[in-house]
């Protein structure tokens, strides 16, 4: 059972903010379809991956916080385990993806409506890669990332629970069972799940780190939005007696972490890119810089996900301002949906029709993460009034749990 009344306004007022933002969204996303029709998956598209990375990365998260402790990780741990939860609300988004959209996005499916239809046959490279890309396949691998996805959440999730009633001493030996293998899974199949849903919009081209690159990316968004419900619930019991400015310090440290790290990996992919001056490698650049408004894109993204972001995080004052951490959270999920737009409209280039409908953005590409964003923002604090907002038991320290001195006394 929860005990939380005292959050009750707070979240009450996050599930109110997602029903506005999936109204908007959806007006958005119709608008959209409605100007131009045949781009509606692609809209759809950006926001699913939007916020399946953020939800696939509250996962990770969860078990890197059991497998190595910190304060980070505990006074997020049920914005994490909520979080995590969402994986399979994102598998009910993923179906229709799968099974009626996917025609339309990937050519290598090879029946969709701007897809010729020999599109593989008369292509040497999709031939060679047909063992892997293939629709029957995907399926198979969707079915797999799904499952792990959600078994790991849902057994993290149980142990949580058990151990806020029963303050079982076992609890962190078998969160670190499922841990420690599962982070090596976890990266394993993130990293196919991004190849298949982002990197093969383009077949030809190939990024031996465009995977780990989008990893990093999605547990910024995470970790943004840990900053801004801390910010949130900075004067609600029973966060307010542990949220010190040093553990917001903590999670804008994180934050400064991934910025520099995702700036260096997409630095480093443009770079050997440029340097191998392969017809494959260089497409992806020349679709996103030589055409269309993503040369002014590209430069927002360096600016704002990295230059701005970067010099406030490298400022002790404001990660320990709540109000400032937030602010930068805000700005770097903003960024995190320019840059999965910058990678996935820009894959249609020379696949829609004079004057290439599908290349440039729509109102629905902003719509459509609108819209699932609502939805997941509406489902995230059903799950969390179902939680209290720290553990019963203290189990951040590696020791055996101790009742909590916030709930004997607050």
């Known amino acids: 059972m929860s005990s939380?009344?005292?959050?009750?306004?707070?979240?009450?007022?996050?599930?109110?903010?997602?029903?506005?933002?999936?109204?908007?969204?959806?007006?958005l996303f119709g608008a959209g379809v409605a100007m131009k029709p045949a781009s509606m998956w692609q809209s759809y598209l950006i926001g699913f991956v939007m916020w399946n990375n953020i939800s696939v990365s509250f996962l990770g998260l969860l078990m890197l916080h059991h497998m190595v402790g910190g304060d980070w990780g505990y006074i997020n741990r049920r914005f994490f385990e909520a979080g995590a939860m969402l994986c399979l609300l994102m598998l009910v988004f993923a179906i229709p993806l799968i099974f009626v959209g996917s025609g339309q996005i990937w050519e290598w499916v090879k029946d969709g409506?701007?897809?010729?239809?020999?599109?593989?046959?008369?292509?040497?490279?999709?031939?060679?890669?047909?063992?892997?890309?293939?629709?029957?396949?995907?399926?198979?691998?969707?079915?797999?990332?799904?499952?792990?996805?959600?078994?790991l959440a849902?057994?993290?999730?149980?142990?949580?629970?058990?151990?806020d009633e029963?303050?079982?001493?076992?609890?962190?030996?078998?969160?670190?069972?499922?841990?420690?293998?599962?982070?090596?899974?976890?990266?394993?199949?993130?990293?196919?799940?991004?190849?298949?849903?982002?990197?093969?919009?383009?077949?030809?081209?190939?990024?031996?780190?465009?995977?780990?690159?989008?990893?990093?990316?999605a547990a910024l968004a995470a970790m943004s939005i840990s900053a801004i419900l801390m910010w949130m619930f900075k004067d609600t019991q029973p966060l307010a007696s542990v949220l010190t400015k040093r553990r917001f310090w903590d999670v804008g440290n994180m934050m400064l972490m991934f910025t520099m790290l995702y700036a260096y990996m997409a630095f480093s992919q443009y770079l050997i890119s440029w340097a191998g001056n392969t017809p494959e490698e260089s497409e992806f650049y020349q679709h996103r810089l030589a055409h269309g408004p993503y040369r002014v894109i590209a430069l927002g993204i360096v600016i704002f996900?990295?230059?701005?972001?970067?010099?406030?995080?490298?400022?002790?004052?404001?990660?320990?301002?709540?109000?400032?951490?937030?602010?930068?959270?805000?700005?770097?999920?903003?960024?995190?949906?320019?840059?999965?737009?910058?990678?996935?409209?820009?894959?249609?280039?020379?696949?829609?029709?004079?004057?290439?409908?599908?290349?440039?953005?729509?109102?629905?590409?902003?719509?459509?993460?609108?819209?699932?964003?609502?939805?997941?923002?509406?489902?995230?604090?059903?799950l969390l009034k179902t939680k209290r907002l720290l553990p019963v038991w203290e189990t951040h320290h590696d020791r055996a749990p101790v009742k909590s001195e916030v709930y004997t006394h607050g």
């Not at 996050?14 to 506005?20: D, E, K, N």
């Not at 490279?125 to 792990?148: D, S």
């Not at 849902?154 to 151990?163: F, I, K, M, W, Y």
Request: glycine letters at 8%.
């Open 166 to 217: 029963t303050g079982s001493p076992s609890f962190r030996t078998k969160v670190r069972i499922l841990s420690g293998p599962g982070i090596l899974f976890f990266v394993l199949l993130f990293t196919f799940y991004q190849v298949d849903f982002m990197m093969s919009l383009e077949p030809h081209w190939t990024s031996t780190i465009f995977g780990l690159m989008q990893m990093v990316g």
């Open 113 to 151: 409506q701007w897809v010729h239809e020999n599109a593989v046959a008369n292509d040497h490279i999709l031939q060679e890669k047909a063992p892997y890309l293939n629709a029957h396949f995907f399926v198979v691998r969707v079915v797999i990332y799904y499952l792990f996805w959600g078994v």
């Open 4 to 27: 939380n009344d005292n959050a009750s306004p707070v979240i009450s007022k996050i599930m109110i903010a997602g029903i506005v933002l999936a109204i908007v969204g959806g007006v």
């Open 154 to 163: 849902v057994l993290l999730n149980r142990l949580s629970a058990q151990v």
């Open 305 to 382: 996900h990295f230059a701005v972001p970067f010099f406030i995080l490298l400022q002790r004052s404001a990660k320990k301002a709540p109000g400032a951490l937030a602010a930068v959270g805000v700005l770097l999920i903003v960024m995190r949906f320019v840059d999965i737009l910058w990678i996935v409209r820009p894959s249609f280039y020379g696949k829609g029709h004079a004057p290439d409908p599908l290349y440039y953005p729509t109102p629905g590409d902003f719509g459509a993460p609108l819209l699932i964003g609502g939805i997941w923002l509406v489902a995230f604090t059903v």
